[in-house]
């Protein structure tokens, strides 16, 4: 009932930039959190940064200062400025909501997840 779509990763070289976006679709009633994990080889999944409702923004350390994010409430897009991007910055980068939904009568809540967009950061 609830899919999510991300697009903007590639390659860029040290210093880059990128901008990912993630849309929401399917029977939402509303969508709390939504955020951005990645995954590099041989790590586990990790949480890059999550925007509430409100807008409220957390970031994992080593990104604070150089990644954004955001979101539009109206498009049920969440948003991720990367800038100054580093090598240790690549991996696979998942989107996620916390997406209530509708099925029939009944709302569900669940959280959702993208299929992953790959970042890879390299001379």
């Known amino acids: 009932q609830v899919h999510l779509v ?3 990763g590639g390659l860029v070289q040290p ?5 990912l976006s993630c849309s929401a679709s399917g029977s939402i009633f509303s969508i709390n959190t939504m955020g951005w994990y ?12 999550v925007v509430t409702s409100g807008g409220s923004t957390t970031y994992e350390d080593s990104v604070k200062g ?21 090598p240790e910055d690549t991996a696979v980068y998942y989107c996620t909501a916390d997406v ?21 950061v390299s001379s």
Do not use: C
């Open 15 to 19: 210093g880059g930039s990128l901008r």
């Open 66 to 86: 150089r990644f954004t994010i955001s979101r539009d409430n109206a498009k049920n897009t969440v948003y991720l400025q990367m800038n100054n991007l580093k």
């Open 100 to 120: 209530s939904y509708t099925v029939a009568d009944q709302i569900h809540q669940i959280d959702a997840w993208g299929q992953g967009t790959q970042v890879t």
């Open 38 to 49: 990645r995954q590099a080889p041989g790590k586990q999944r990790d949480l890059v940064a």
């Open 6 to 8: 991300e697009s903007g």
